[in-house]
């Protein structure tokens, strides 16, 4: 049976050449180019398959009569500005965090946003089906090339008290983990008055410095290189740049939860409001909430759910426990670069980013995943056994009084991903092992 491509909580993913194939990537531009008529930008991160994807998906949008422009290797957020600003709809060829292995195609609307989940079953029903619009010889569509990286940088300066920032003359070290990322934080940053140290920053599809999702056991060069330099703080990239995570200025990783709950409480110190993010997220980002005035939105996993919840809402801020943070006042859209600004603003007011995260509630958070066959058909018979107080808003979260366990399905991959929460270490490891367990039972 051939692969299918289906959209998952960030586009389509597989490995590349043997689930996503040239040919799928063709057939996926053919269906978003039968659909959508005008300017498409297309861009991708540095992975080795990217090239052979981005051509394939340029020669469905030609053949579809739409005029494209290659941004070549850029930051998804840039891309996704320069749609915003100057195209009709874009494509991403990117598979974000995953392995090296992996590439995949996200689809951007007009306003720069992911595409929502009725606008992928469109994409999909089209592809299904194979009845593409094809344009005559004459109409087929013309491709040009453009630059993201300025614009989106000016953007991202417009929303800083750059003089403020330049007079502090601080000192960064950025690993973009050979991904999208390379040059383009380093340059914002340098453009702010900082001092700037680089590692793994050379555009390398086989991320020969670290895998592309910046957890905190990849990222031993980084904290290193922060506490011997003496640097204010590190920042680390996924592969395509729109996550940022964060090493204090001891060389000590700070936790995406308690990073999410750094900037929500920043957002609320400056506009009270709605704070967004998904059922996942510690739950120390809703004390910091409630403790600030604002009001707390659950959701489902994926940050096209949360971009989308926001621009519903008028939310002041959102995010991802994964360094995935969203800036509504730049666009709805996971966005490392502006996090990277953003940090700079906060540590103005004097406190170190240790004190800032020394502030946060303190949970133990923990995380597990398990490769499985079928991961709809366990997340299924977990729903089916599964007893208490239940929530479903994305997979399986349990809770306790003394915390919470949250069983559910990776949009990408063949896992389940298990979460397991408590002030207690002990606790939270005996939640985790029940997650696990509970998969297990089902899928044993």
């Known amino acids: 049976m051939s692969w299918r491509p289906t959209f998952g909580t960030n586009g389509v993913r597989g490995i590349a050449n043997e689930e996503l194939t040239p040919e799928i990537a063709l057939k996926l531009c053919l269906s978003l180019g039968t659909l959508h008529g005008g300017d498409i930008a297309i861009g991708r991160d540095t992975r080795v398959s990217g090239e052979m994807l981005k051509n394939a998906a340029v020669s469905g949008l030609l053949a579809t009569g739409n005029k494209v422009i290659d941004l070549g290797i850029a930051p998804s957020s840039a891309i996704q500005y320069y749609v915003k600003h100057n195209a009709d709809a874009g494509v991403i060829v990117t598979a974000s965090h995953n392995p090296k292995e992996y590439n995949g195609l996200k689809?951007?609307?007009?306003?720069?946003?992911?595409?929502?989940?009725?606008?992928?079953?469109?994409?999909?029903?089209?592809?299904?089906?194979g009845e593409f619009k094809r344009v005559k010889w004459s109409r087929t569509g013309e491709l040009t090339a453009a630059d993201a990286v300025p614009g989106y940088k000016e953007g991202i300066i417009k929303l800083i008290d750059v003089e403020n920032i330049r007079g502090k003359k601080f000192k960064v070290v950025v690993d973009p983990g050979n991904g999208a990322g390379c040059g383009v934080t380093s340059s914002l940053l340098r453009e702010l008055g900082c001092e700037v140290i680089e590692i793994n920053a050379e555009p390398d599809g086989t991320f020969p410095g670290r895998p592309p999702e910046p957890t905190a056991d990849v990222l031993g060069g980084l904290m290193a290189t922060v506490k011997k330099s003496g640097a204010d703080f590190g920042v680390a990239h996924d592969g395509d740049a729109d996550r940022a995570v964060f090493v204090d200025e001891r060389g000590k990783f700070v936790s995406e939860d308690v990073l999410l709950a750094i900037f929500a409480k920043s957002a609320l110190e400056r506009k009270k409001g709605i704070i967004v993010t998904p059922?996942?997220?510690?739950?120390?980002?809703?004390?910091?909430?409630?403790?600030?005035?604002?009001?707390?939105?659950?959701?489902?996993?994926?940050?096209?759910?949360?971009?989308?919840?926001?621009?519903?809402?008028?939310?002041?801020?959102?995010?991802?426990?994964?360094?995935?943070?969203?800036?509504?006042?730049h666009q709805y859209c996971r966005d490392g670069g502006v996090a990277a600004a953003k940090m700079l603003k906060m540590l103005c007011a004097g406190k170190t980013l240790s004190q800032?995260?020394?502030?946060?509630?303190?949970?133990?958070?923990?995380?597990?995943?398990?490769?499985?066959?079928?991961?709809?058909?366990v997340m299924q018979k977990v729903k089916n056994i599964a007893r208490g107080k239940v929530d479903t808003t994305d997979g399986v979260k349990l809770w306790y009084d003394d915390g919470w366990v949250l069983v559910r399905a990776s949009g990408t991959e063949p896992i389940i991903r298990i979460f397991a929460e408590s002030k207690s270490q002990k606790r939270s490891k005996e939640l985790l092992q029940e997650g696990v367990?509970?998969?297990?039972?089902?899928?044993g």
């Open 107 to 129: 689809f951007i609307d007009d306003a720069g946003m992911e595409f929502s989940r009725d606008g992928e079953k469109e994409v999909e029903k089209v592809y299904n089906k």
């Open 279 to 329: 059922v996942s997220s510690s739950s120390c980002v809703a004390d910091v909430v409630e403790r600030e005035g604002g009001k707390i939105v659950w959701t489902p996993v994926g940050s096209i759910h949360v971009a989308r919840k926001m621009l519903e809402l008028d939310a002041v801020f959102g995010g991802e426990g994964n360094g995935g943070l969203i800036f509504p006042e």
């Open 356 to 377: 800032l995260a020394d502030e946060i509630p303190r949970y133990y958070h923990i995380k597990e995943k398990l490769r499985v066959e079928d991961k709809n058909d």
């Open 437 to 443: 367990e509970l998969v297990k039972r089902v899928s």
